[in-house]
């Protein structure tokens, strides 16, 4: 158990349709990462949170992609008018202690017909 | 431009054999280098975490070694199970002001019995 849970574990959309993912972090941690992963490649990172404000963007993140975190725990991210290109699996991850480690949460597999 | 590289894209092996899988860097400035185990639909879970100043460093059957001059690492898993079946993922984090995490495309071991 890396103490990160996110839901839903899988998501199945038609294409246009907005979904919403979200990420519980068991304990508050300063930072927390969403990253895209596609078949047979490492993650892609997309947007990081130090508490509640969001320090950093990739260009991944188009302008049909939006990431909060508005308490500084939780973090939910949207995708807006699906498209089957965004069909991946979309991971979040904390960072905890002294070695800066990343703990990954299970991910949530996203597919757009 | 920070990249991580890793080798072979692939392997099989059969279970109880020994194998070493390779990770060239780029990244620039260095701050650690993780290497993580990926099973199928799941997160990452980190296996070692090294420093500049660390040359090797073992959990178990995997030892994690580090050149940081010439900017190599490798993963080496000894007496292998077929639970190691799995993807290795080297990660380098860049540390440049910002908490930033470079991941490779990493190395798809299959065991097999």
């Known amino acids: 158990d890396t103490g990160v849970s996110q839901d839903p574990r899988h998501k199945i959309t038609k294409r246009g349709q907005n979904v919403t993912f979200r990420c519980d972090p068991i304990?508050?941690?300063?930072?927390l990462y969403w990253y895209r992963q596609t078949l047979g490649q490492g993650p892609e990172f997309l947007t990081y949170?130090?508490?509640?404000?969001?320090?950093?963007k990739s260009r991944l993140l188009s302008d049909r992609f939006s990431a909060e975190r508005p308490k500084g725990s939780f973090s939910t991210l949207e995708i807006q008018r699906t498209e089957q290109g965004d069909s991946a699996m979309y991971l979040c991850?904390?960072?905890?202690?002294?070695?800066?480690?990343?703990?990954f949460g299970p991910g949530t597999r996203l597919t757009v017909l | 431009k920070n990249q991580v590289e890793q080798s072979p894209q692939s392997l099989i092996i059969l279970e109880g054999k020994n194998c070493t899988l390779q990770?060239?860097?780029?990244?620039?400035?260095?701050?650690?280098l993780r290497w993580y185990k990926q099973d199928t639909g799941r997160g990452p879970v980190s296996l070692t975490i090294?420093?500049?100043?660390?040359n090797t460093k073992s959990n178990g059957r995997y030892t994690a070694t580090l050149d940081a001059d010439t900017k190599q690492s490798s993963l080496h898993i000894t007496a292998s199970q077929l639970s190691d079946s799995a993807s290795y993922i080297c990660?380098?984090?860049?540390?440049?002001?910002?908490?930033?995490?470079?991941f490779g495309t990493g190395t798809r071991l299959k065991v097999l019995a």
């Open positions: 090294m420093t500049f100043s660390e």
């Open positions: 304990s508050e941690h300063n930072r």
């Open positions: 991850a904390k960072t905890s202690g002294e070695t800066d480690t990343q703990y």
């Open positions: 990660v380098v984090s860049d540390y440049s002001g910002t908490y930033k995490y470079i």
């Open positions: 990770c060239n860097y780029t990244v620039s400035p260095f701050s650690n």
């Open positions: 949170f130090q508490n509640e404000a969001q320090l950093e």
